[in-house]
């Protein structure tokens, strides 16, 4: 499939209208079906199969987002309120997104930046979901402020979620972030048992004990699949020279004519990815890697193929 020049994420700030269109490329992916791909990377089998639950479990009243099938119509009519049967299996599979735009995530040498391509991949997942029946819902972290946005069969909650990006992104400010174990924390207020969650970051804090020991305890009742966003600059220097670099509050020289310096850069970097691939599948949990000058549709497709 060729896609139109606007489904390809770019450029340094997150554009809403392009993270609508994305419902469109979505159609090609089908994240309620994992492939062998996926549970090779996990390390185990992993099952993301759902089908209409057929046993039933409860009648709650009814909220935005709710099939109208399900609706109940001999107790909405007792009680004068829309009360919904939920199915077992219904109740267990909203798919999650907990999408990380912290400071780190605004740096890219290529296309777009980090944050800009972890914005596009999480509409995609979305919609995806979205398309095949499934509840949908999450959480953006950035800065010390984790808002969330607990699931609904129901494009507007992708919307929802897609104006908390903006949101985000143009609010991003030099607060003291939350660690990745916080937000994870934060996350287990909505992830029902048997939620499928996407953790979407650079994971450059994801092997501290507290995001590990949070993810051991998370990983028990949720189905995880972690989504590593990184650049080509982080792993390889630019061509020998020297450069001008800044984090935002600094500036300093970087020479990249020191072959021993450029070799280092690369092996650290590889050592952590490594490290971060090692300790989640030990969790047994997926890590899908997508660098900002790759398609994120065409990644994606490898493990959630269309079917």
């Not at 908390?164 to 992104?169: A, F, L, T």
């Not at 996350?187 to 020991?213: E, K, T, W, Y």
């Not at 021993?260 to 090692?278: G, I, M, P």
Request: charged share 25%; glycine share 6%.
């Amino acid at each position: 499939m060729k896609l139109q020049q606007h489904q390809a994420p770019h450029g340094a700030d997150i554009d809403s209208s392009a993270l609508i269109a994305t419902r469109f490329s979505a159609r090609f992916l089908d994240v309620t079906k994992a492939s062998r791909a996926l549970a090779n990377l996990a390390g185990a089998k992993r099952s993301y199969r759902r089908g209409r639950g057929v046993e039933f479990d409860e009648v709650r009243q009814y909220t935005a987002g709710d099939d109208v099938r399900a609706i109940d119509w001999r107790v909405t009519a007792r009680s004068g309120e829309p009360h919904t049967k939920l199915f077992h299996e219904e109740r267990e599979r909203p798919v999650l997104i907990a999408l990380d735009l912290r400071r780190t995530m605004r740096f890219g040498s290529r296309n777009c930046f980090k944050s800009v391509l972890a914005a596009h991949t999480a509409s995609l997942l979305l919609w995806s979901a979205l398309d095949r029946g499934e509840r949908v819902g999450g959480m953006v972290v950035s800065g010390n402020r984790a808002e969330d946005i607990r699931p609904a069969r129901s494009k507007h909650t992708v919307l929802a979620i897609i104006r908390e990006m903006v949101r985000c992104d143009k609010n991003n400010s030099d607060i003291e972030p939350l660690d990745l174990a916080e937000q994870l924390k934060q996350i287990q207020r909505i992830a029902r048992p048997g939620s499928a969650l996407f953790l979407i970051s650079d994971f450059h804090d994801g092997l501290n004990p507290g995001v590990l020991q949070t993810l051991r305890r998370l990983v028990q009742h949720v189905q995880i699949t972690g989504v590593m966003i990184s650049d080509p600059l982080e792993r390889n220097l630019p061509t020998a020279g020297r450069y001008v670099v800044s984090d935002g509050a600094g500036r300093s020289a970087l020479d990249t004519g020191n072959r021993k310096l450029v070799a280092q850069f690369s092996a650290e970097f590889d050592a952590h990815v490594q490290a971060l691939r090692d300790a989640y599948q030990g969790l047994r949990i997926p890590l899908i890697s997508i660098s900002t000058d790759q398609l994120p549709l065409t990644v994606l497709q490898r493990y959630f193929p269309p079917h």
